[in-house]
């Protein structure tokens, strides 16, 4: 959507030359009739008339048609109707001329503004299509090698006869690469929202999101620690698995790489009659201000490297959320660590 709002009362020299002009260029022409017929005056109303309308077509806003059609009227009544340079607010014809000039000039000033609305609105809606498909290329294209760096470095590893200085370099590499990963999933999960994505929603069993979620995490993650538990009821949500997954990811590699704890991070689900609460806890040292800033923090809009290394995952995951009709939700916990909760509707619930 395009930032820049289309002001209805706006000045501007440009538009205030314009209208000058189309108010002269009239007057001169209705002078010179004046001279060869004696009674000007529809001639003078219609084509001043006409100059109403090209001023509020080419002008921003309203301001200019309806300060131009008042205008008009006066020099109409004043210097082009009988009795001449004289003012008459008696003569029925000059207030139907008044209010039909008034009417031409809000008429016309609403039609081009909302074209131009229409207009602005089309030219963001392209920008914004052709700027996803540019970065799901992009993003397709460094997944792939991203990729064969992880699982190189993974082998590599792996070695025991490796140095330790080597080693330390290896694992850095590994870790660049799964962050690396990590942002350019959430870029391909932003370029699809920003581009009207059409969500797949289908009745999932909260149970069946945690497996896969931890495999997931498990397969980028060998040495992470994840302990799910399981909720007392059967519970289903309406979701895009897909994304809700990337959601799941995406608090988990918070909790890991930012928890720094030895201790497993913990996967539960609370409930209540209308929403569910996926809860991912870890024991590290707790979430700062940041946190809110980047759930919060809109898609495209920062500069911020640190928003962009380490807070855009939160931001996407927010959004995701917000689609599905949910939020996200972050808190430290009484005694060590944070908890993230993504609050969700229910669709129902099964006693087992």
């Known amino acids: 959507m395009n930032d820049r709002k289309i002001k209805i009362f706006t000045f501007s020299w440009k538009d205030t030359l314009l209208s000058l002009i189309l108010l002269m260029i009239p007057f001169g022409l209705c002078y010179l009739i004046q001279i060869y017929i004696e009674d000007s005056a529809i001639y003078s109303s219609l084509l001043f008339l006409f ?7 080419f002008t921003n806003g309203y301001l200019y048609g309806i300060v131009s059609s008042i205008i008009a009227s006066f020099i109409v ?19 139907l001329t008044f209010f039909v000039m008034l009417a031409i000039a809000i008429l016309t ?8 609305a229409e207009e602005s609105i089309k030219i963001e809606a392209e920008k914004e299509r052709m700027r996803g498909n540019f970065l799901q290329s ?5 997944r792939t090698p991203l990729t064969s760096i992880l699982g190189n470095s993974t082998n590599l590893a792996k070695n025991e006869k490796i140095s330790e200085n080597d080693m330390k370099a290896i694992i850095a590499i590994k870790e660049e690469a799964e962050n690396l990963l990590g942002m350019v999933e959430n870029v391909l999960s932003i370029s699809k929202i920003n581009t009207n994505l059409k969500l797949s929603m289908h009745e999932e069993l909260v149970e069946e999101l945690f497996e896969e979620a931890i ?3 498990k397969n980028r993650y060998i040495d992470a620690k994840v302990l799910a538990q399981v909720p007392d009821k059967i519970l289903f949500v309406n979701v895009d698995s897909k994304l809700f997954g990337q959601i799941l990811n995406n608090l988990l590699e918070n909790a890991y790489i930012h928890g720094k704890s030895d201790l ?4 539960y689900a609370e409930y209540d ?15 700062t201000d940041d946190v809110d800033r980047y759930l919060n923090q809109s898609l495209f809009v920062s ?6 290394y380490k807070g855009i995952g939160l931001s996407v995951s927010n959004t995701i959320a917000k689609l599905h009709g949910g939020i996200i939700q972050a808190s430290n916990n009484p005694d060590v660590g944070a908890t993230f909760t993504i609050k969700i509707p229910v669709v129902k619930s099964v006693e087992k």
């Open 51 to 57: 100059s109403i309308f090209l001023i509020s077509r």
């Open 77 to 95: 009544n004043y210097a082009f109707t009988i009795p001449y340079f004289e003012l008459s607010f008696s003569i029925p014809a000059y207030i």
């Open 109 to 116: 000033s609403v039609m081009t503004t909302r074209i131009m």
């Open 138 to 142: 992009v993003s397709h294209d460094l």
């Open 215 to 217: 495999h997931r995490f």
């Open 264 to 267: 497993p991070i913990i996967l």
């Open 273 to 287: 009659k209308s929403f569910v609460y996926i809860k991912i806890k870890d024991f590290g040292p707790g979430i």
């Open 303 to 308: 500069d911020d490297y640190d928003y962009l």
